[in-house]
């Protein structure tokens, strides 16, 4: 039965993930000089706001596709097909009603609301202009909380090299539809459009592929859903997002303390070098997370053994992965954003050491997380990360101050291992030290 196939290597499929990456990247990078040259310079900021907000895509199923992860996950692992069900159409419901009520706000605010009054432009037009895309964004925002799901699912599966296939295929069409849209002399709506509905139409293939082939026993219908795993879902869920939405501010916000700590051109040049260590975060971060789902089924029988192999496995290809990227960035680093950039770019050297420095460390957290994600540890994990939040904040503004730009790295490098990194792995030993607490029963996880 095919929710029960063979699954592939973990590195097949971060190799796999990697790559995809990458060729999104890319994809991306021709964007934006395609619109900048097609919209004069007011439009062009408000379309980047708008279309920005679609990065929100991550988060908005409010941890719960992080919980569906591990239920589905356990639930494929013991073949126990109604209760995967059942948490599919758990969390279907809940994302379904969830973006019924976003669509829904966001029409209703259009059609009442002076949007277009609010919006920072001069001309009447562009703010008309900028109000409906705003719209169509938040709508499409709205459609993904149910149909961008079946990433989780994939990911639950052992499937999430499919899912960055098609991943890639979305970013594709949307560069594709950016420049029909650009030769075709289209507006901002035109352009908003062909950012925000290929993410929507992709995913929605890609589930109907999900459930078409061999998956119809674990297809979604109104009566599996669950009220009382529903309850669950939120309650799981709203730590998956804490986790989430803490991470975002740990690693994702140097550039807004660079703005207002350093001042725009200070912040401009380390904004540069930050975008290129972001996207390589993003790189190892999509080939770390196929390990995620491996723990579930040693984690239901208590192997601990098991566990500590598959983390000290994942941990050595996080190095591995991380290594020659730092060993790049501390030796080529101004050559490759010249490279990217122009030529008018250049880092200072203890910017880019740090960064160097901060990416190893970066690609071990992410192999602790994607152990930590999993139902036991989810809880200390949301805890380490609430209290890690304002510790690597407060030490990136304050290394700022005497440091410069560097220091905002140098930051995160002093604060990371020692408020998120050595506490993961102490509240995983902790917990693995305790089998039969650690070991899921079925009110644990939520299906049985």
Request: glycine share 10%; net charge positive; aromatic share 6%.
């Amino acid at each position: 039965m095919k929710p029960f196939a063979r699954r592939p290597t973990p590195f097949l499929t971060a190799l796999t993930a990697g790559t995809g990456r990458i060729a999104q990247a890319a994809c991306t990078a021709l964007t934006i000089p395609l619109v900048a040259n097609h919209l004069d310079a007011e439009e062009f900021g408000l379309w980047i706001a708008v279309t920005g907000l679609m990065a929100f895509g991550g988060v908005i199923d409010l941890g719960i596709g992080g919980d569906l992860v591990n239920r589905l996950g356990l639930a494929i692992e013991t073949r126990d097909e109604s209760g995967a069900r059942r948490c599919i159409a758990t969390a279907y419901a809940i994302l379904l009603a969830f973006g019924a009520l976003i669509v829904a706000g966001s029409l209703l605010a259009h059609a009442t609301l002076p949007i277009d009054q609010w919006l920072p432009v001069q001309q009447s037009a562009t703010a008309r202009e900028g109000a409906l895309a705003l719209t169509i964004a938040v709508v499409c925002l709205g459609l993904l909380a149910p149909v961008g799901v079946v990433g989780k699912m994939r990911l639950a599966c052992h499937e999430s090299h499919i899912h960055y296939f098609w991943d890639t295929v979305a970013t594709g069409l949307m560069v594709l539809s950016v420049a029909v849209a650009c030769v075709a002399g289209g507006g901002m709506i035109a352009l908003t459009l062909a950012i925000t509905v290929p993410p929507v139409v992709v995913n929605v293939v890609n589930t109907i592929l999900f459930f078409r082939r061999g998956r119809l026993a674990i297809a979604p219908t109104a009566k599996a859903a669950d009220f009382r795993l529903a309850l669950r879902f939120l309650r799981s869920g709203a730590l998956f997002f804490v986790i989430s939405v803490a991470t975002l501010v740990c690693i994702g916000t140097d550039a807004i303390i660079a703005l207002y700590a350093l001042g725009g051109e200070v912040a401009a040049q380390c904004g540069v070098a930050i975008k290129l260590v972001t996207s390589l975060q993003a790189v190892i971060g999509m080939m770390l997370v196929p390990y995620w789902p491996l723990y579930a089924a040693p984690l239901a029988g208590g192997r601990v053994a098991e566990v500590w192999r598959i983390l000290g496995r994942s941990l050595a290809m996080a190095l591995l992965i991380a290594l020659p990227l730092a060993a790049a960035l501390a030796g080529f680093g101004n050559d490759i954003l010249r490279f990217w950039v122009g030529a008018g770019i250049a880092v200072p050297a203890g910017l880019m050491l740090a960064c160097a420095v901060w990416l190893p460390l970066y690609a071990l957290g992410a192999a602790t997380s994607a152990c930590a994600c999993n139902t036991p540890f989810v809880p200390a994990l949301a805890r380490i990360m609430t209290v890690a939040t304002v510790v690597m904040v407060a030490a990136k503004i304050v290394l700022a101050e005497h440091l410069g730009p560097a220091g905002i790295v140098w930051g995160g490098v002093a604060a990371y291992p020692v408020v998120v990194l050595l506490p993961t792995l102490a509240a995983i030993a902790w917990r693995l030290r305790r089998p039969a607490a650690t070991a899921l029963t079925p009110a644990t996880r939520g299906v049985g």
